[in-house]
């Protein structure tokens, strides 16, 4: 089983090139783009942040990130489309986040599906898109979401297995797969969990976000340090024959952790993602 991990606050570290290059050196197999710079979003004023430029010539960044990957044994996975895709500065970039994904060499672009729209209704703006991802030869992944209402985790687009079974059959296409996001589906009040997802989707999951909370809220920490239970999630995957990438998104864990030394917070968070494989392979 390859593991993976996203570039997003690594890269906030060290700059983009470099994350490929320590997180190849750390022993992960591949690397996740990160693609939220293409329209950042100032979440208080639900407004795309003009503060915080977007990557510089991304399609050349996608490029020259690839390169180092390649130089360093790893290639690019999958990569991750800015949201929430119901702003139009930000669904205008999605687009582009495809053609990043296809320049840096990624197989899958994981992008939101709209929280407050129905399975039908996002099989419309997925099908929009759908030729042109076609056209770069990267599938788009769909995810588990939730919404938030001051208190706790509340039902959206795909946040129930059997909905996010509703948006995979309502598209129904080799380009269009899913991405479980364990984080998402342990949170209380969604009535779902990782293991019911990952059985009712079965052959739709072409990808992941790994990692780990305390059952109430969206943490995105590292595996093993919190509430939830990988070993039921491991074995749903073996269940199903899960044949993508273990991928981290403990973003946080890294956040939280940035005085530290970048190497050794990548080697941890390898290690986290090593064992989960491990764990995979002995069954």
């Not at 119901?86 to 990624?106: F, M």
């Not at 993602?273 to 491990?278: I, M």
């Amino acid at each position: 089983m390859q593991t993976s991990t996203n570039t997003e606050y690594i890269a906030k570290l060290v700059g983009d090139e470099r994350a490929v290059e320590y997180i190849a050196k750390a022993g992960f197999d591949a690397w996740d783009f990160s693609l939220f710079r293409l329209a950042q979003m100032d979440w208080a004023n639900n407004v795309v942040r003009l503060d915080v430029p977007p990557f510089d010539n991304p399609l050349k960044l996608a490029r020259a990130m690839r390169r180092v990957g390649e130089d360093n044994g790893i290639k690019c996975n999958q990569s991750h489309a800015p949201f929430p895709v119901n702003i139009k500065s930000v669904s205008y970039r999605l687009k582009l986040a495809l053609e990043c994904t296809a320049e840096a060499g990624g197989e899958i672009c994981v992008i939101h599906p709209d929280n407050n729209k129905s399975a039908m209704a996002n099989a419309e703006f997925y099908s929009e898109l759908l030729p042109f991802a076609k056209s770069v030869g990267v599938k788009i992944a769909t995810e588990n979401m939730f919404n938030w209402n001051g208190k706790g985790a509340e039902s959206a687009a795909c946040s129930n297995h059997d909905d996010f079974l509703k948006h995979m059959m309502a598209i129904d296409d080799p380009y269009f797969v899913a991405c479980v996001d364990v984080g998402h589906a342990e949170m209380k009040g969604l009535d779902t969990s990782t293991e019911k997802m990952i059985l009712t989707l079965g052959k739709y999951v072409k990808a992941l976000h790994l990692h780990d909370n305390d059952l109430q809220f969206d943490r995105h920490e590292i595996p093993f340090s919190m509430k939830i239970d990988f070993s039921k999630i491991v074995k749903a995957l073996k269940e199903i024959e899960y044949d993508g990438y273990f991928t981290l998104e403990a973003d946080s864990y890294v956040a939280k952790n940035s005085q530290a030394e970048p190497k050794k917070i990548i080697a941890n968070l390898y290690d986290s993602v090593k064992r989960l494989a491990d764990e995979f392979e002995s069954l």
